[in-house]
Structures are given as C-alpha cells and as structure tokens.
C-alpha cells in the first residue's frame, strides 16, 4: 500500500491492546502542524466517506514500541471453519497456490470462534477478499474492536489518518494529470514495490486488513505474492544455506523520506534482524522474509555479497507470477492478508484523477522466528 514504503509518497512483559495515547507536544505559544487532506481540496471534496480522509498531525509523538504477548489465534482454530464460512456462504480460489474470494461473510459479525477461524484461511490461503462488507459504514471504533483480536495496533510512523483515530492507515491518491502521480513517474518505469508492512518492527504485522472507500472504476489493484511458495521453489542446497541468515530491516529511510517532504514522523525509526525464513505459528510453513522496501542487508556477510543475495531474492519473489495473485478493488470489499508470508504491492495504473481511498488496520504479530531446517527428500525414481 503506497504510503507503506518510503519511496512511494503519501503492516517478555505482556503489555495491553487498548489504543495508544499519543504524547502532544505543543510550543508555548502556538499550535503544532497539522495538514489536513480536506484542506489540500479547498475545504470542501467529494470523497464518499471524507470523516476518513487523511491528516498529518506533526504534535503527535509516541514512544518507543515495547514487546507484548501476542497470541495466535489460529493455531487451534477449527479447520472446518464452520463459524467462519457458514450454509450459503461461497468461497473461491483466485490461484492455485494463492489467493481466495468470499461472499456470503460479514466479517464484523463474527464469533469469535468465527474470528480464529479467519485467522487460519488467512495464514493458509495467503490473502482473502470479502466482498459486500460494511466495515466503510461501522463506526471506526468497531472496525478497530475487531482487529485488536488479530493483536496490538501498529501505529504508522509517518502515514495519515483520520483526525481521533491514529491506529488506521490511510491509503489515499488524488488528483489529475500533472499531479503527484505524474512527477513519481518522472524518474521511475514502473510503481511496483514488493513489501510486506513495516517488516522494520520488533513484531511486525501478522493478519492485516485494507477496506475500501473509493476507488478507479478501473486501476489501483493490489498484487500479492506467496512467500511460503517462492521460499518452496528455491533448490535444497539454497534453502540450506539461508537458514541461520538474518537480515537487517529498516523504517530509517521511511523516516527520512517523510521529513524531506515535511511530513510527519510520530515515533524514531527503528532497525531489527529477522530471519531470513520464517516459520508461521499456525501453519509451521517457511516463508521467506525479506522484501524490497524495508530490507537492507545480510548480517555477517560482506556488503557486495548480500547485496549479491538479495537482489537474487528480490527478483525470483517479483518476477514468481505463477505464486501470486492480483486483487481487484470494487465497493464494501475488504481485503485480509498475513503480512508473515506474503509481500504485496499497489499498482498506479490510473490516469483519470480519480480518488483511490482505504483504511488500513494493522495488528502487529509475533517476532518473527524460524525452525531448523529439513531436507526433503526427492521420491526414489523406481
């Protein structure tokens, strides 16, 4: 999602999931910035749900992020998922390996029962569009009571929110030719920018959603790859070798890129190691975990090797098509993603100047960690 990666303008103490109080500072005598998206449009737009377009508040400062108990809440979900995919309900691949669409849920009514079960499809299925849903038309706090079951809410350093509502992350573009959409392309081919959401955390999200209040009528897709099968299609002798690799994944050039455009930046930037592969807790999979927006080197290995590596990565997770799938955007979908196993990627395919807008709810998950390897065995030619 745009605003997600720093190169696009615009995922031990038990410690609570209530939401953050941020700490305001304010010079004496004036108030602190805050920009406000309405305001960039004259004081007056035609955004369907405006009381969720975006605000940059630069009094907003939080504190550093302390590690909490994060529960898997799919480990022992029912895998028959009766709670969650009830009679009449319709449920269908996009890929083979990739990839489900849903119809006949409403994700804000579920037990929670229904809401373990959910976890589960999501860590199997990679990502999940539910269709017809009313999450744009709840109030914002109900949205936010169902993903605090999914963890703690991440909130984004430098991206905008809704005024009072700082735990969701606001996707938004606008505007017509010549406009911001036109000068990014000045310099770049193409807008692709494999991700997986703020991997820079100490807990990084695990099951995330994206719901939708405007969109092109054509464009703005989101494209979704399958770490688990790109980790799957490396050779024995590879996927040896990087297990016992970490990588080192960064928020500082987000941070940066904020502040050289005067934008906000609520919390320092951070830098942690992750395992190269990862393993779900729900599923036991191995995913690769590194991508193209946050990760920045291998530890231990001199500089013209990782970058050697890791660009070999990079391109064998990007040019995957045959383990990824391409989401399309209509009205009242929401769209559910484990950003353990995936990265992801918003497509600027429009030239219209239509507004494409959605809120972004991102619990954070466990630590990323990973288990010994284990050959497998190739079947005995008889």
Do not use: C
């Not at 996927?239 to 930046?265: C, I, P, T, W, Y």
């Not at 391109?315 to 484990?338: E, L, S």
Request: a negative charge; proline letters at 8%; aromatic letters at 10%.
């Amino acid at each position: 999602m745009a605003p997600s990666v720093q190169q696009l303008p615009e995922e031990t103490p038990v410690f609570s999931t209530e939401r953050v109080v941020p700490i305001v500072v304010k010079a004496p005598e004036e108030s602190p910035k805050v920009k406000r998206q309405i305001d960039l449009e004259g004081g007056k737009t035609d955004a369907k749900y405006p009381q969720y377009l975006p605000t940059w508040n630069h009094g907003q400062k939080y504190p550093p992020l302390e590690p909490f108990n994060y529960i898997e809440h799919g480990k022992n979900a029912d895998p028959t998922f009766k709670d969650l995919l009830p009679e009449g309900s319709k449920i269908e691949k996009l890929t083979p390996s990739i990839g489900s669409e849903v119809t006949g849920v409403q994700l804000s009514k579920l037990s929670p029962a229904g809401r373990d079960q959910l976890a589960l499809l999501i860590a199997q299925r990679k990502v999940v569009a539910f269709r017809d849903q009313d999450f744009a038309d709840i109030p914002a706090k109900d949205a936010l009571e169902f993903g605090s079951h999914f963890g703690r809410h991440h909130i984004h350093p430098t991206s905008g929110s809704p005024e009072g509502y700082p735990e969701l992350h606001i996707v938004h573009r606008y505007g017509p030719t010549g406009s911001e959409i036109d000068s990014f392309f000045d310099n770049r081919t193409s807008a692709v920018s494999w991700h997986s959401d703020v991997s820079y955390e100490a807990q990084p999200p695990g099951v995330t959603f994206l719901y939708i209040f405007d969109t092109p009528e054509v464009g703005g897709d989101t494209l979704f790859a399958n770490q688990v099968e790109a980790y799957n299609r490396l050779s024995e002798p590879l996927k040896e070798r990087l297990h016992g690799l970490k990588a080192v994944h960064s928020g500082f050039e987000q941070a940066q890129f904020s502040r050289d455009r005067g934008g906000v930046v609520r919390r320092e930037p951070v830098k942690n190691e992750h395992p190269i592969v990862r393993t779900h807790p729900a599923t036991g999979e191995k995913a690769l975990y590194v991508n193209a927006g946050f990760t920045r080197s291998i530890v231990g290995l001199k500089k013209e090797e990782s970058e050697a590596l890791l660009a070999f990565l990079f391109n064998h997770i990007g040019r995957g098509v045959d383990y990824q799938a391409r989401v399309r955007w209509a009205p009242k979908t929401v769209v559910a993603w484990d950003n353990r196993v995936t990265v992801h990627s918003a497509t600027t395919d429009w030239r219209t100047g239509e507004r494409r807008h959605l809120a972004r709810i991102t619990p954070q998950a466990d630590a990323p960690y990973e288990t010994p390897y284990v050959k497998i065995e190739e079947p005995v030619k008889t």
